[in-house]
């Protein structure tokens, strides 16, 4: 199953968008991040296994792929493993994906699921507001 989940960066002083999509499917189990993602997004795919594990759900044991557009533009930070991992718990029905959609969503996850706080909020909040999202 394929879900949507938005976000945003920030490039200078200004935020983007970043939409995030997250494809559960049958395979090898493996996680698969794809969009130019910096070493910390890349990571987060051992952050965001730990987090929703401890947090009660379970992680796939299939294939995810995960993609960040838009792919050209650099991806920084782990202000993306919260998205990320909303993703993968809609992807894989253990979450309604429609109740993701009037959000931006960004915050890097402790291995308990625990949401830390991430550099640049402020603008990505404003992006948020003008564009019709929470």
């Known amino acids: 199953m394929l879900a949507k989940v938005f976000s945003a960066s920030v490039m200078g002083i200004d935020a983007y968008p970043v939409e995030i999509e997250v494809d559960v499917a049958r395979g090898l189990p493996t996680v698969i991040v794809v969009g130019l993602p910096d070493a910390a997004v890349r990571e987060s795919r051992e952050r965001v296994k730990s987090a929703i594990q401890n947090c009660g759900f379970k992680h796939p044991v299939?294939?995810?792929?995960?993609?960040?557009?838009?792919?050209?533009?650099?991806?920084?930070?782990?202000?993306?493993?919260?998205?990320?991992?909303?993703?993968?718990?809609?992807?894989?029905?253990?979450?309604?994906?429609?109740?993701?959609?009037?959000?931006?969503?960004?915050?890097?996850?402790?291995?308990?699921?625990?949401?830390?706080?991430?550099?640049?909020?402020?603008?990505?909040?404003?992006?948020?507001?003008?564009?019709?999202?929470?």
Do not use: H, W
């Open 62 to 134: 299939r294939r995810v792929t995960i993609s960040l557009a838009p792919a050209d533009t650099k991806k920084e930070g782990p202000g993306f493993d919260l998205p990320i991992a909303l993703g993968i718990l809609a992807a894989s029905e253990q979450l309604k994906p429609e109740n993701l959609n009037d959000y931006y969503i960004c915050g890097e996850l402790a291995l308990d699921g625990a949401v830390r706080p991430i550099k640049g909020v402020l603008p990505m909040a404003i992006y948020a507001r003008q564009n019709g999202k929470k």
